[in-house]
C-alpha cells in the first residue's frame, strides 16, 4: 500500500458521513429557499444560542430524522438512549486517546445527537419524570469527559495537556453552575459554549483534524493533530468565559433578589390537664 493510501484510506468512512450531511445542506438550504425553512419548534424553544441559530437547528432536526424515526420504530427506552449517548461518548474518549480522531469525533457527534432524543422520546410516549431528567445530566457529564480525558491522555506529552485539563475544569463548571442557579431558583440558560455548542466545536474539530494531517503532513512523522489542539484551546477559553459569565450573572442575580420572609411557627394548644402552670418567658433583646 502506497503512503498516499495509508493517509487516506482509514478516512474513506468519515468521508462518506461528511458527504451526508454536506449533500444535505445544499439540499436543505435550496429547500428553504424555495418552500422556506421547515422549523423545529421543540430545538428552538431550548434556549437562545450565539454559535447556532435557528437555521441550523432546523437543518440539524431535518438531517437526523431518519435516524429518529428508526430510534422510534425500535421500541428504545428514553433512559436507554441516554445510556447509548453516553457509551458512544464513552468510545469517543478511547478512539481519540488511540488516536483515531475521525472516528472519535464522528462518535461524540452521535453521542449528541442520541443526547437530543432521549427528551424527546419520553415525551413522545408520555414518560417525562423528574428522575429521567437527572439521569440525562448526570451521564451527559461521563460523556463529555470521557472525550476531554481521552484528548488529555493522547495530549499527555505536548502543551496541549494544559488547555485539555482547562476544558475539563470549564466545561464542568458551566453544567455546575447552571444546577447550582437553578436549585435556588434563577434561571440561567445563555452562554456562549453550552453543551450543543461544545459538541459541534469539538466534534467538528476532532473529526476533521485527521484531513488537515493528511493533507498537510507534519515535519516529525507523529500526527500532531493540530485542528484538534486549536478546538481544545477554543473550548479551554469559551468554556471557563462561559462559566464566569454565569457566576457573575448568578451573584448579580441573587444580589438583587427579596429574601423570602422567615418562616412563622405558631405553637400548638397547651393541654392544661398535662402542663404545669406557664412562667414567663425571657425575650433578648
Not at 112 to 119: E, K, Q, R, V
Not at 141 to 149: C, F, K, S, T, V
Amino acid at each position: 500500500m502506497s503512503a498516499d493510501a495509508e493517509h487516506w484510506l482509514p478516512l474513506a468512512p468519515a468521508a462518506v458521513v461528511m458527504l451526508y450531511w454536506f449533500i444535505g445542506l445544499a439540499v436543505f438550504t435550496v429547500h428553504g429557499a424555495i418552500w422556506g425553512v421547515r422549523h423545529d419548534r421543540e430545538l428552538e424553544a431550548r434556549g437562545k444560542s450565539i454559535l447556532i441559530g435557528n437555521f441550523l437547528k432546523s437543518y440539524f432536526s431535518w438531517m437526523v430524522r431518519p435516524l429518529w424515526r428508526l430510534v422510534l420504530a425500535s421500541g428504545i427506552s428514553p433512559n436507554g438512549i441516554t445510556v447509548v449517548a453516553m457509551l458512544a461518548g464513552g468510545a469517543a474518549g478511547l478512539s481519540v486517546a488511540c488516536g483515531r480522531f475521525a472516528l472519535g469525533g464522528w462518535l461524540f457527534v452521535l453521542s449528541g445527537i442520541l443526547d437530543t432524543f432521549d427528551g424527546r422520546l419520553a415525551r413522545v410516549k408520555h414518560r417525562v419524570t423528574t428522575m429521567g431528567a437527572a439521569f440525562d445530566s448526570l451521564l451527559d457529564r461521563y460523556a463529555d469527559g470521557a472525550m476531554l480525558i481521552g484528548l488529555a491522555y493522547y495530549f499527555r506529552s505536548s502543551w496541549v495537556l494544559i488547555p485539555a485539563l482547562a476544558a475539563i475544569f470549564g466545561t464542568s463548571m458551566v453544567s455546575y453552575v447552571r444546577a447550582k442557579a437553578e436549585s435556588l431558583g434563577v434561571a440561567m440558560q445563555e452562554g456562549l459554549m453550552q453543551r450543543p455548542e461544545r459538541i459541534l466545536t469539538l466534534g467538528l474539530a476532532v473529526l476533521l483534524s485527521p484531513w488537515v494531517e493528511a493533507m498537510w503532513p507534519p515535519a516529525s512523522g507523529h500526527p500532531s493533530q493540530r485542528l484538534a489542539a486549536i478546538g481544545v484551546v477554543i473550548l479551554a477559553v469559551t468554556s471557563n468565559t462561559t462559566a464566569i459569565g454565569r457566576i457573575t450573572r448568578l451573584l448579580a442575580a441573587l444580589r438583587h433578589q427579596v429574601p423570602a420572609p422567615a418562616p412563622t411557627t405558631t405553637a400548638p394548644a397547651a393541654d392544661k390537664s398535662r402542663t404545669a402552670p406557664s412562667r414567663p418567658r425571657l425575650v433578648r433583646t
